[in-house]
């Protein structure tokens, strides 16, 4: 089972009707129990960083997306799924987030049209399972005014430009998480998707 976690954002559907189409078998859901025993674990996301931490503590969820990927289980960010994943976001004034990698997610350059919608290329930084069959430079949809910047520059999978090139993938070890959406970005979203949850089932496989 996949678990897509529903923690109150909005796209929950849209992210398992994706997966669904590529054979799997997605379940949207808040439960820790399910989250934890899932084969991989999708948190999406769009809205506001502090929200969305505060309704993954009131489903007793942070602690346990901490574990998850300390113990390196599959794991996916999708846009505000990436975003919360790191030190703190300036969203709102400074508002601490899940602390997992270090860094900080900062508001795009003024001057530039905001939020960031549209299509973009992503150029690739690293030879990594999630790129399987997906061209350097394809282009993703992209939906968001903040970007993260990672202390680690080597967990940067994936680079956009816009205004200034910002991370648009990063992956460590099972941990990948994406600023674009996948579930919007046709074809070759799907192969990310479909990408992961490979290379999901093939870590567990790993451990049996």
């Given at each position: 089972?996949?678990?897509?976690i529903?923690?109150?954002?909005?796209?929950?559907?849209?992210?398992?009707?994706?997966?669904?189409?590529?054979?799997?078998?997605?379940?949207?859901?808040?439960?820790?129990?399910?989250?934890?025993?899932?084969?991989?674990?999708?948190?999406?996301?769009?809205?506001?960083?502090?929200?969305?931490?505060?309704?993954?503590?009131?489903?007793?969820l942070?602690?346990?997306?901490?574990?998850?990927?300390?113990?390196?289980?599959?794991?996916?960010?999708?846009?505000?799924?990436?975003?919360?994943?790191?030190?703190?976001?300036?969203?709102?004034g400074?508002?601490?987030?899940?602390?997992?990698?270090?860094?900080?997610?900062?508001?795009?350059?003024?001057?530039?049209?905001?939020?960031?919608?549209?299509?973009?290329?992503?150029?690739?930084?690293?030879?990594?399972?999630?790129?399987e069959?997906?061209p350097?430079?394809?282009?993703f949809?992209?939906?968001?005014?903040?970007?993260?910047?990672?202390?680690?520059?080597?967990?940067?999978?994936?680079?956009?430009?816009?205004g200034?090139?910002?991370?648009?993938?990063?992956?460590?070890?099972?941990?990948?998480?994406?600023?674009?959406?996948?579930?919007?970005?046709?074809?070759?979203?799907l192969?990310?998707?479909?990408n992961?949850?490979?290379?999901?089932?093939g870590?567990?496989?790993?451990?049996?």
């Open positions: 089972m996949i678990a897509v529903d923690y109150g954002a909005g796209n929950l559907r849209n992210v398992a009707n994706a997966i669904s189409r590529l054979g799997y078998e997605p379940k949207i859901t808040g439960d820790p129990a399910e989250v934890f025993n899932a084969q991989a674990v999708v948190l999406p996301g769009v809205g506001a960083a502090a929200d969305a931490m505060s309704n993954l503590a009131k489903l007793k942070v602690r346990l997306i901490r574990r998850i990927i300390d113990e390196d289980k599959p794991f996916l960010g999708v846009c505000l799924g990436l975003q919360v994943l790191f030190t703190g976001t300036e969203e709102g400074w508002h601490e987030c899940l602390g997992i990698i270090p860094g900080s997610v900062r508001k795009l350059p003024a001057g530039l049209k905001i939020p960031h919608m549209g299509w973009n290329q992503v150029r690739q930084k690293m030879t990594h399972p999630i790129f069959g997906v350097d430079e394809a282009n949809y992209f939906v968001h005014s903040y970007y993260a910047e990672p202390e680690d520059k080597s967990l940067v999978a994936g680079e956009t430009d816009y200034i090139p910002f991370c648009s993938v990063i992956a460590r070890g099972n941990l990948v998480a994406t600023q674009f959406h996948p579930e919007k970005s046709g074809e070759l979203g192969k990310i998707y479909d992961f949850i490979k290379l999901a089932l870590a567990k496989a790993g451990r049996n």
